[in-house]
């Protein structure tokens, strides 16, 4: 050290302290990426999610309408309508910007099964509501399964729970729809088989809270339940 002139002195006091900074800043910097990315990832499913969601309550609307038009209850322009706004959604997720998961993709390429089943229905040569109910749960479970909500969704953290409380509206919001379809034909045709797998949808929807519910303290179930 002695060798050095003054600069060169100086240089070393403050490159020594500066050389340490930086060793302590580094891991620092590199967690705050990963914390960054981790937080965009999850943004990203989100907002993914809110399409896909989008997407369903299109289907489960068009489920509804198509157990009403085997019913009486519901025009033919009204149902070919609505499974036109289905489709179009679905072909919709198709076009992103970012690419889908090959599950995800697969998921919803299963939907072309609904083709079928809507010309078997406006031709009224499928006479049982529950077969309709059922293809379209069919179609509609798999895709909730491929967004992978509930992999992503750390539960020690805010964020996480609410991913988690997404992923279980999404699913509630389905069996929901699907009870909807049971009770309107148990209402109209007075086939006490259709209340019973109303009450077995109820069971499954109470089931599948009660589960939510555990992993929630009382405080943060109410956030659970506004999600």
């Not at 499974?83 to 998921?107: C, E, G, H």
């Not at 964020?159 to 069996?175: E, H, S, Y």
Request: charged share 20%; glycine share 6%; net charge neutral.
């Amino acid at each position: 050290f002695g060798k050095f002139r003054i600069l060169g002195k100086l240089a070393l006091l403050v490159l020594i302290p500066l050389l340490g900074v930086v060793a302590l800043a580094v891991p620092i910097v590199i967690n705050r990426i990963d914390a960054a990315r981790d937080a965009q990832r999850v943004a990203d499913s989100v907002a993914l999610a809110t399409r896909v969601g989008s997407t369903l309550q299109e289907l489960q609307e068009e489920r509804l309408l198509s157990v009403g038009y085997m019913l009486g209850l519901v025009q033919a322009p009204e149902l070919v309508t609505q499974s036109a706004k289905a489709q179009d959604r679905l072909a919709a997720l198709t076009r992103q910007d970012d690419p889908l998961s090959p599950a995800l993709s697969q998921a919803i390429a299963n939907a072309a099964r609904l083709s079928d089943v809507r010309t078997a229905v406006l031709n009224r040569t499928l006479k049982n509501p529950a077969e309709v109910v059922t293809e379209f749960t069919i179609v509609i479970k798999p895709i909730i399964e491929a967004l992978g909500l509930r992999n992503r969704a750390d539960l020690t953290t805010s964020l996480g729970r609410q991913v988690f409380a997404l992923d279980q509206a999404l699913r509630t919001d389905d069996q929901i729809s699907q009870a909807s379809g049971y009770l309107t034909a148990a209402a109209i045709t007075k086939n006490p088989g259709f209340i019973g797998l109303f009450s077995v949808v109820l069971v499954q929807l109470q089931a599948d809270i009660n589960n939510g519910q555990a992993f929630f303290r009382p405080d943060q179930y109410a956030l659970y339940l506004s999600a």
